[in-house]
């Protein structure tokens, strides 16, 4: 290279291939190599390098490495001067919007929101009669001024258009996810299924207007229909240059870096098992944390220098990406090509992934959207679609009052396996503990079974208020209004904040504010806020003690509040899944079962819940079973997928083959189906079930002609597809 550069008169460079930071650090790169490539240090014809030097050098290593050509060293440097990336963590680049018209998108949102409004109106009166107008619309004009002077109408108009073409498509939306659903905005621009004002939700937990930060509006699509969706989104906002997939990586976490490790270095897994069943059972504890913790892992650390290597090089390498996977939820979308802003990376499916992580993406100003896929959604959908073939009129779930007498009394015997967030074993004992009697229970529900306020004695509270066992006291009157709904509990973030606004004279910006540090227990500025509060509460006649106390309460239990928008949306979901229960339990239980079709546990805890509600359950059947379980009169018929080492293809072939006539024999089976899809191992599993019963023949006689049935098939269908055909036509000598 130096006679070249001398030659043609190029300038040599000096640089140094660079694996790892520090020269000590080779060992620790050597093992992950061989993490990376499933070898151990033992293995000779593995993948390493046989060098220490490909770390991070010092100018003056670089300067000695190349003593004889400095020049080198200084035109490394001259280049790395002219590179400047500068990051712009302040601007936020949002995707632009196309109104097909001369008009703005500012101008388009209002109109759409305006027009979508006026379109609620009924609903609301139906679902309110008393309600006040004036109150809406001021609200509504509030939220347009607020969202087209933070500059987000491009936002709103996107995600309104994407679940609009869902809707359009029949893929089922969920209500609404996160604190979206205190907007009266997303409400009429069919973002979201719920009235805001009317459940009590507050805009300003979705958008603080004196705290700009991103819109995050996260939707639940049907998972059929989610990937759908995303290619509608991909082709209107530019392609795979404009619209991509977030990156995720997985992390050699504790325990998962010592097995790893444990693996490469040869160590016996037993030993690597143990040492790795050391290390405390705390979320996200750290490799030190551990040893602190774990008096035994540090003795053991001492006493053997393979552990003592084990625990150093885990060290080294805990914390590291172990590999890259394409995030379940999240797309970016972006006003120009994404590489003006970040790298990108080409997944296993080929899809356009980011390679910056969730948190880096909008950290440098990218716009995120998550398009989760909700089972429950998907049940929803096939259950009201088995309603329907069975000749009965589907409920509407938008429409359905949330008042319905059969539905508490499901709810009231924890009668909910299968009934979107309130399955669990403990959940059950809840609610037939709290017997809900209205939408407004089921919302505390959902907010109420967490850790802190089962810790917190919250929930114990709640149930003897609400059945009069204890009474319900309010520190000041002026709390009622606010907390009455739950009993005088202080249960969700949004009470918090109106306990601020009403009684201390917060604006609602402010109360998110003090809802956010409440949350993250920040002193500083909760000693701001105390102090902040009594005063305001002064100042509203109330006394300074009690004003403190009353802090000290909302601090208390705030500490542990939940987002009800979030939770009345999913209790939305969660009602409408206890009505098909209690209405429509035989085609719900088939939905379920299809949704478990490929988990065993699954479907055997559904057929128990079947059996539990006297709904029989019909055998496989290879005349009348179809892909996924189906409803027959008030019984369930197995669906052919669950049937173990039955795939997708070989059903598609059977169904297709009987279309005409139903099957009459095994023999008649193996002429007229794909052999090459529907093979040996089908049938046998297909004959194990029980799925030929209805031919008339036992099991026994059908597994001993099996082999019979399959050679006469083939040469059949040989013949059939032999364009030499013979003259005698095998068809008419099918055994008997």
């Given amino acids: 290279l130096l006679d070249m550069s001398q030659r043609l008169s190029i300038p040599l460079l000096a640089s140094n291939d660079c694996h790892y930071l520090d020269r000590e650090d080779v060992r620790a790169h050597d093992v992950l190599l061989c993490i990376q490539t499933g070898n151990t240090i033992h293995d000779t014809n593995r993948l390493q390098f046989r060098t220490d030097q490909l770390y991070l050098k010092s100018i003056e290593e670089m300067y000695a490495s190349f003593n004889s050509s400095p020049v080198a060293s200084s035109n490394t440097v001259d280049i790395a001067r002219r590179c400047n990336l500068e990051f712009d963590f302040k601007t936020y680049h949002f995707p632009k919007f196309d109104t097909g018209s001369e008009q703005t998108a500012d101008e388009l949102f209002e109109q759409n929101v305006r027009q979508g409004f006026v379109n609620l109106l009924e609903r609301v009166k139906s679902m309110n009669p008393q309600f006040d107008e004036a109150v809406y619309r001021d609200r509504l004009d509030y939220e347009i001024a607020v969202i087209k002077e933070m500059g987000f109408?491009?936002?709103?108009?996107?995600?309104?258009?994407?679940?609009?073409?869902?809707?359009?498509?029949?893929?089922?939306?969920?209500?609404?996810?996160?604190?979206?659903?205190?907007?009266?905005?997303?409400?009429?621009?069919?973002?979201?299924?719920?009235?805001?004002?009317?459940?009590?939700?507050?805009?300003?937990?979705?958008?603080?207007?004196?705290?700009?930060?991103?819109?995050?509006?996260?939707?639940?699509f049907c998972i059929d229909g989610r990937e759908d969706i995303y290619k509608y989104v991909v082709d209107k906002y530019g392609g795979g240059d404009y619209v991509a997939q977030i990156i995720t990586f997985g992390k050699l976490k504790t325990r998962a870096v010592i097995r790893d490790v444990g693996r490469a270095l040869d160590i016996p897994l037993r030993d690597v098992d143990t040492i790795a069943k050391m290390v405390p059972d705390v979320l996200n504890i750290s490799l030190d944390e551990a040893l602190k913790q774990e008096p035994r892992l540090t003795e053991l650390v001492e006493k053997d220098p393979k552990?003592?290597?084990?625990?150093?090089?885990?060290?080294?390498?805990?914390g590291l990406p172990r590999h890259a996977s394409t995030h379940a939820a999240g797309v970016v979308i972006a006003d120009r090509p994404l590489i003006d802003y970040l790298p990108l990376y080409k997944g296993k499916k080929g899809e356009v992934v980011t390679q910056f992580d969730m948190k880096?993406?909008?950290?440098?100003?990218?716009?995120?959207?998550?398009?989760?896929?909700?089972?429950?959604?998907?049940?929803?959908?096939?259950?009201?679609?088995?309603?329907?073939?069975?000749g009965k009129t589907p409920p509407d779930l938008e429409k359905i009052e949330l008042t319905d007498a059969a539905t508490y009394r499901l709810l009231a015997a924890g009668d909910t396996t299968g009934v979107f967030?309130?399955?669990?074993?403990?959940?059950?004992?809840?609610l037939v503990r709290l017997r809900p009697e209205c939408f407004d229970d089921i919302i505390a529900l959902v907010a109420l079974y967490r850790p802190g306020p089962m810790e917190s004695g919250m929930i114990d509270d709640y149930v003897a208020r609400k059945h009069g066992k204890k009474a319900v006291e309010y520190m000041v009157p002026e709390l009622e209004p606010i907390l009455r709904e739950t009993y005088g509990v202080i249960v969700y973030q949004e009470?918090?904040?109106?306990?601020?606004?009403?009684?201390?004279?917060?604006?609602?910006?402010?109360?998110?504010?003090?809802?956010?540090?409440?949350?993250?227990?920040?002193?500083?500025i909760m000693a701001r806020h105390r102090q902040r509060f009594v005063e305001g509460a002064v100042a509203n006649k109330i006394p300074e003690k009690k004003a403190k106390k009353l802090f000290d309460l909302i601090e208390k239990f705030g500490g542990y509040g939940f987002n009800k928008s979030h939770s009345a949306a999913y209790a939305l979901i969660a009602y409408q899944t206890a009505f098909l229960k209690a209405h429509f339990a035989v085609e719900i239980m088939a939905s379920l079962l299809t949704s478990e079709m490929h988990s065993t546990d699954g479907v055997v805890k559904f057929i128990a819940e079947c059996r539990h509600h006297d709904i029989p359950i019909l055998p496989p059947d290879i005349n009348k079973s179809d892909t996924e379980f189906t409803v027959d009169g008030s019984q369930i018929r197995f669906?052919?997928?669950?049937?173990?080492?039955v795939g997708e293809s070989a059903i598609e072939s059977i169904?297709?083959?009987?279309?005409?006539?139903?099957f009459e024999s095994l023999f008649d089976f193996c002429e007229r189906v794909d052999l090459k899809k529907v093979n040996k191992r089908v049938i046998e599993s297909l004959i194990k079930c029980g799925a030929f019963d209805s031919t008339g023949a036992k099991r026994s006689q059908l597994m001993a002609a099996l082999e019979s049935a399959l050679e006469y098939g083939q040469r059949v269908q040989k013949e059939r597809n032999d364009p030499q055909m013979g003259l005698f036509d095998l068809g008419d000598n099918q055994p008997s």
Avoid: W
């Avoid at 669906?639 to 080492?645: E, P, Y």
């Avoid at 169904?655 to 139903?662: E, F, K, L, M, V």
């Fill in 153 to 220: 109408s491009g936002y709103f108009l996107i995600v309104a258009d994407f679940i609009r073409y869902a809707k359009e498509s029949g893929v089922p939306v969920g209500p609404g996810r996160g604190s979206a659903a205190g907007s009266l905005v997303a409400y009429s621009l069919g973002i979201t299924d719920l009235d805001p004002i009317y459940h009590g939700l507050i805009f300003e937990r979705f958008l603080n207007p004196a705290r700009k930060s991103m819109p995050d509006i996260d939707v639940d």
């Fill in 421 to 430: 967030q309130l399955e669990s074993s403990g959940m059950k004992d809840l």
């Fill in 639 to 645: 669906g052919l997928v669950a049937v173990k080492n």
């Fill in 495 to 524: 009470q918090v904040m109106k306990i601020a606004a009403d009684l201390a004279n917060y604006s609602m910006a402010e109360a998110d504010d003090l809802r956010k540090a409440m949350g993250k227990k920040i002193v500083k």
């Fill in 655 to 662: 169904i297709a083959s009987r279309t005409d006539q139903p």
């Fill in 307 to 318: 552990v003592a290597e084990l625990i150093r090089i885990c060290r080294v390498l805990e």
């Fill in 360 to 390: 880096i993406v909008e950290k440098i100003g990218l716009v995120k959207f998550d398009f989760l896929g909700l089972r429950n959604l998907t049940v929803i959908a096939k259950t009201l679609d088995l309603i329907a073939r069975q």
